[in-house]
């Protein structure tokens, strides 16, 4: 039957795509084993549910903690090209769990769409007793199927609730509703296919138009580390790690700060010998919520209010040109 919407579910493996070898197992099974075709079977009557046509196509197979800038790009690329289509409504994304929220931010960044991306995934493989893939990819088909999802930027999809991928965040690793909205409740909750939403979209989440993505081959994506700071840091072996990183090609160092973004004095030296060669700093915090409130003029606007993983997103979009804006 001919539908009025037209949503591309994008595979890129996970514990949504894993098997274990042992019958009904959570736990040591391999992630990024199923197709995306797969996993659409696993959802009885979705075309119908959704009042949708959906559409498969296999992008990426890996367990997300070994995400890289080269699939990253490749999916932004895609994204891109199907959300200019008239003929597409919006855009699923499979996804394992563990960066799902670096994912979620990297495409909010570079593609800040006006049609619906919905990341979902799974906290138990799909041989699981248990397994809560099926009914997340429902949840994230709807969502994506809902009216009142364009104009919200990048979402998430987890265990019926959905996030905006500046808050999106994992906070468990086991509970299968593992994530949660940094503070923040969700913008919406899915219930049986249906959505309620809680809020309007955060402000400035969707850009007018196509998206605007013009990125260079990832090789050449500027590399930035994370640096943190904790009781017992040593001058020497920051100094030493900062050299290496430097003589490595690392551009830029996000330094993951204590409490109101306070960095231990034995990483002095090494901040300090970065900087002098021209390498860039943020300083964001590892206090699970809130962000770094600065005192006026203090530390020359190289604070970050983002959480550490998605201020070194941020950072290296803006050595490629990306506006400050975004955290
Ligand atoms: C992954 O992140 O790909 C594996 C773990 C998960 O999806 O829960």
Redesign the pocket.
């Known amino acids: 039957m001919e539908r009025d919407k037209n949503i591309v579910i994008l595979g890129t493996?996970?514990?949504?795509a894993?098997v274990a070898e042992q019958a009904g197992a959570s736990v040591g099974y391999r992630?990024?084993q199923l197709g995306v075709a797969q996993l659409l079977q696993a959802v009885p009557d979705l075309e119908r549910v959704a009042g949708a046509s959906l559409q498969a196509e296999q992008l990426a197979q890996?367990?997300?903690?070994d995400m890289d800038h080269a699939t990253w790009h490749a999916l932004a690329l895609r994204c891109a090209e199907l959300l200019a289509r008239d003929d597409v409504s919006g855009i699923v994304i499979t996804?394992?769990?563990?960066?799902?929220e670096e994912t979620a931010w990297f495409l909010q960044c570079v593609l800040r769409p006006a049609k619906p991306v919905v990341l979902t995934?799974?906290?138990r493989p799909a041989t699981a007793i248990s397994a809560d893939g099926p009914g997340n990819l429902r949840d994230a088909v709807a969502c994506a199927a809902d009216t009142q999802a364009a104009g919200r930027g990048v979402l998430a999809v987890v265990a019926g609730r959905v996030f905006s991928a500046r808050q999106v965040r994992k906070v468990h690793p086991y509970r299968v509703d593992a994530f949660d909205g940094s503070g923040a409740g969700p913008q919406g909750w899915v219930e049986e296919g249906l959505l309620r939403w809680a809020t309007g979209g955060l402000p400035g989440a969707a850009a007018a138009g196509s998206p605007a993505i013009a990125l260079p081959p990832a090789g050449q994506w500027p590399q930035v580390e994370l640096l943190h700071s904790h009781a017992g840091c040593n001058s020497a072996v920051a100094l030493a790690v900062m050299q290496a990183w430097h003589a490595a090609g690392v551009r830029a160092v996000v330094v993951v700060g204590t409490g109101n973004g306070t960095v231990h004095q034995a990483l002095g030296p090494a901040l300090d010998w970065a900087q002098a060669q021209g390498m860039a700093l943020r300083i964001t915090t590892r206090c699970e919520e809130g962000q770094v409130v600065q005192a006026e003029g203090a530390l020359d606007g190289r604070v970050s209010s983002l959480p550490a993983a998605k201020a070194r997103i941020s950072l290296m979009l803006e050595l490629m040109g990306w506006p400050r804006a975004l955290g």
């Not at 890996?62 to 903690?65: G, M």
């Open positions: 493996g996970g514990t949504i894993g992630a990024a890996l367990d997300s903690k996804h394992g769990t563990d960066t799902l995934c799974a906290m």
